[in-house]
Each structure stands twice: as C-alpha cells, then as structure tokens.
C-alpha cells in the first residue's frame, strides 16, 4: 500500500473513532426506562457513530489532497 494511501486510511480511521466516541459519549446518559426506548438509543448511537466517521472521512480527504499536492 502506497504510503500517502495508508496515511489517509489511519487518519481516517483515528478521525471516525474520536469523532464517534465525541458524539456517543453525550448521548449515553440517556435514560432508558421501556424496551421501546432502548431501541431508538440504539439508533441514536449508531447515527451517532455515522456522524462520527463522516467527519473521518473529511480529515481522510484532507490529508490525502495535502500530502498529493506535497509532492
């Protein structure tokens, strides 16, 4: 793997899981008292976690183009 590629990918990788973990954590202390709620938290962690890794994805594109143009 070409090494501006796999710099891309750890970043995009370090990216999403900090960006996940920033937006899961303000969602946990949801209280959950039916069963019916436990779903809709669920659905907001995993949205949450989408949210995360879109920002990922921004810093992945970030440094590929900075370090293509680098070159």
Known sequence: MNNIYN???LRFLRGGLAG???TMVMILPMNTSKWSDLWFWIQA???SGLFGFISGG???IDK???DK???
């Open 45 to 47: 962690l995993v949205l």
């Open 7 to 9: 710099r891309a990918l």
């Open 58 to 60: 921004i810093l992945a």
């Open 69 to 71: 143009s680098s070159k």
């Open 20 to 22: 996940a973990f920033a």
């Open 64 to 66: 590929f183009l900075r």
